[in-house]
């Protein structure tokens, strides 16, 4: 039979304030863990990655916090302009061999206020 | 050109159509991917090639065929296909050295079919 549909999770934030967007992942055996940012009409962007060996990493702008005890990834996003506006994706992978795919996330879709 | 392109970009075709998509990468990756994104639904693994060399095929459909010549070039051949086809195919790389391993994304594909 059909499949439901997804809603798309949603954050709309003021511009300047800080986002938070959070991700439950699935595998206790990931040990890899990425953020993708995808804008309308394009394909998803690398933004920052994170080992299961740190529980925080920080690039410019962002950060990836990681609590492994409850399986829980989020992105913080610092100051957030409108050009932060887009669908954000967080994936996993685990295992120990290289041929362990990346799971992805549904998505939140992220709207920035002006 | 840098990074992972994809052409074309849009493409309309009817059931009993047969087209390519085409896919290249200018990272020196040793593998590539192709992804289906539906709206309301994750990304969804559709292949897997390292070193020229398919690995992975998630129950797939053969109306959709998948060509890999080489490193840097990847194909994705439809026949026949149907309405739910619609959507957009991402192509992606990455290099296979360890469990760190993150996927660059080209733009996509928007594919309609009628």
């Known amino acids: 039979g059909e499949s439901v549909g997804l809603h798309l999770p949603t954050l709309s934030v003021q511009e300047g304030d800080n986002s938070i967007i959070n991700c439950a992942y699935s595998?206790?055996?990931?040990?890899?863990f990425i953020w993708y940012k995808q804008e309308s009409g394009k394909g998803p962007q690398f933004i920052i990655d994170?080992?299961?060996?740190?529980d925080k990493r920080q690039g410019q702008r962002v950060t990836v916090l990681l609590n492994k005890t409850v399986k829980h990834l989020s992105l913080q996003i610092a100051a957030t302009q409108p050009g932060d506006s887009a669908v954000y994706f967080c994936a996993e992978k685990g295992g120990e061999t290289s041929y362990d795919k990346v799971i992805f996330g549904p998505g939140t879709s992220l709207s920035v206020i002006p | 050109e840098t990074g992972v392109t994809q052409t074309p970009r849009h493409l309309v075709m009817g059931m009993t159509n047969k087209k390519s998509l085409k896919c290249e990468q200018h990272l020196g990756h040793n593998a590539m991917y192709w992804y289906k994104q539906s709206a309301k639904k994750p990304l969804e693994l559709m292949f897997v090639y390292s070193l020229e060399e398919r690995v992975e095929n998630n129950s797939v459909p053969s109306r959709f065929s998948p060509e890999c010549p080489n490193s840097s070039h990847l194909f994705l051949h439809l026949h026949t296909l149907q309405p739910e086809d619609s959507a957009l195919y991402l192509c992606a790389s990455s290099q296979r050295a360890g469990p760190q391993e993150t996927q660059y994304f080209g733009p996509g594909t928007r594919l309609l079919v009628l």
């Open positions: 595998n206790s055996a990931s040990d890899y």
């Open positions: 994170i080992r299961s060996n740190m």
